[in-house]
């Protein structure tokens, strides 16, 4: 069956950098399109990232040019590099399949409508 389980999290000062992984088993890992979410306290889980199967990825306005997200197809593993952290970036971090079908429909959507898989997340904490 598939299985995502993200590691990496931890606590960092703001300014700081972390990088996450999800380690990936249970489907084709080349080809599947991939995200990021996170879940603030009290807010609902937003994405922040997602790639397609042909290796264009969309990110959120909030995290352009601070986060970047890859794939280790070799290694069937997920990161995201974030950098320049800042304390309103606390939060859950999901790794997740999605749907390309329902992403080729809607490209550039974030929506965690088409998440088929989550992790079980990783919590990132920044303090100031």
């Known amino acids: 069956q598939v299985q995502l389980l993200e590691s990496g999290g931890g606590s960092v000062q703001a300014g700081g950098s972390v990088r996450l992984s999800c380690a990936t088993s249970?489907?084709?890992?080349?080809?599947?399109?991939m995200g990021w979410f996170l879940q603030a306290p009290d807010k609902e889980r937003e994405g922040l990232a997602i790639i397609n199967g042909v290796g264009s990825t969309t990110y959120a306005d909030s995290v352009k040019g601070r986060f970047t997200l890859s794939k280790d197809t070799a290694e069937s593993r997920l990161y995201l590099q974030m950098t320049s952290l800042k304390p309103e970036n606390t939060a859950m971090y999901y790794c997740a399949r999605v749907q390309c079908r329902l992403l080729s429909v809607r490209p550039g959507t974030l929506a965690s409508t088409i998440v088929t898989d989550w992790g079980q997340g990783t919590q990132v904490t920044v303090s100031s």
């Open positions: 249970g489907f084709i890992f080349l080809t599947s399109c």
